[in-house]
């Protein structure tokens, strides 16, 4: 599967933004997605899981902020971003998991400043 990020971009503190994972490929609705970030010279955190079945967790640093979502029949997973804080700039990167594969897109830079 290939996975596409969209929705990144530059937002001032307090603000919102909303990123897109976009899958090729069949099965979509058989991959647990996640969303992940990274800062320079940090490990990449996981930000938010949702299963196949629509079950979601999310990280402590974004819970009641962040709400993961996925839309089977358009093959695509949101990360709705809310109250966004300097703290959440980062790359973030879509991720597919399915019976011990590992696929990663190519990452959307998202900024969060004044």
């Known amino acids: 599967v290939v996975l596409v990020e969209s929705g990144g971009g530059l937002v001032q503190p307090g603000g919102s933004l909303r990123l897109s994972c976009a899958a090729s490929?069949?099965?979509?609705?058989?991959?647990?997605m996640e969303w992940y970030r990274q800062t320079p010279g940090k490990l990449r955190e996981l930000v938010a899981t949702?299963?196949?079945?629509?079950?979601?967790n999310y990280a402590d640093f974004v819970k009641g902020r962040f709400t993961i979502s996925r839309v089977n029949v358009m093959n695509t997973v949101y990360l709705q971003m809310n109250s966004l804080n300097p703290e959440d700039t980062a790359v973030y990167y879509c991720?597919?998991?399915?019976?011990?594969?590992?696929?990663w897109g190519q990452g959307t830079q998202v900024t969060v400043s004044s």
């Open positions: 490929g069949s099965a979509f609705n058989s991959y647990v």
């Open positions: 991720h597919a998991r399915r019976f011990g594969f590992n696929y």
């Open positions: 949702i299963t196949t079945g629509g079950s979601t």
